[in-house]
């Protein structure tokens, strides 16, 4: 390895080109080798040689679940550079994916907008500089002014992509919901727009753990959900949607089976989940 380079992760797995220079391929075969992961490159490496992809020439990052035309894998990732597509599925995928977003956005600087929405309402702040930091299933914005920002991907509950004019010029922006101290606010951020890519990849994963799609919810539970989104208190829910509390507590108990709700005393003071705060979000915005 050259000067300043250090090995990552040393394991083994499958890969495929799925793409290549711009042109889907027919011959998708999962080949099995050595993958290594260094601060500076990827090497995928077979019996009949190697292939080498720059960690800078990356512009895309995501990871999926097993789909049918794949099912030799229970999941994989899926790597863009340039005009190539690339999927992999490392045996250590955790140490892997961990290691790979961290030398691809760890000190990474970005401009970020926090809140910029809170509790469902706009906020008048200013968009500022913020250093990211990677730490497993977190990143961390360090911003100029000194407040502190934990993502925590489990904790996303939806993330939109838009363009927007920033500081005099058109940039892609992330805005991803996630929750301080229990208020639902949105966090939005942009940068150059590898970063953003980039970046994307890996809060959406918390989007995908989240999703809502599966969930088929009664009137009286939509009703409840948005009145914890709307701040109310646990404890006046009942008054506030007029219901029994033995009711009340039956639809929290349904909720929290369906891990749209969490726990947070023994005796029926819960708070919004990700995904219970993408159903009521939703909620209040079809009314």
Known sequence: MGEG????????GKFVQVISDGRKRNDIEWTPG????SNKRLVLATNEGKRTIALSSLTSVSASQ??????????????????DVFLLSAQDDTAFEEHLYSSLLDQVVVLVDHPAV???????????KARLKMDEDCVDLAIQS?????LELDDVGTVEEKTKEIRGSE??????????????????????????????GLVRQGEQRNNTDDVDLSPEETQVLMALYSGISPFKIPDF??????????VYDRLIESDILEPVRTRREVQLEA?????????????
């Open 5 to 12: 380079e250090r090995k990552l992760v040393d394991t083994r």
């Open 34 to 37: 050595r993958i290594l992961l």
């Open 66 to 83: 097993m789909n049918q035309p794949l099912a030799q894998v229970d999941g994989y990732i899926k790597l863009q550079a340039g005009r």
């Open 118 to 128: 809170k509790g469902g309402v706009v906020q008048e702040t200013n968009w500022e």
């Open 146 to 150: 000194g407040t502190f920002v934990q």
């Open 171 to 200: 940039r892609p922006v992330l805005e991803v919901e996630h929750t301080v101290e229990g208020t639902s606010v949105e966090t939005h951020l942009t940068g150059n727009p590898r970063h953003v890519s980039l970046l994307e």
């Open 241 to 250: 949607v007029d219901m029994d509390i033995d009711d009340v507590e039956a």
């Open 275 to 287: 995904r219970g705060r993408s159903i009521a979000g939703e909620a209040i915005a079809d009314q």
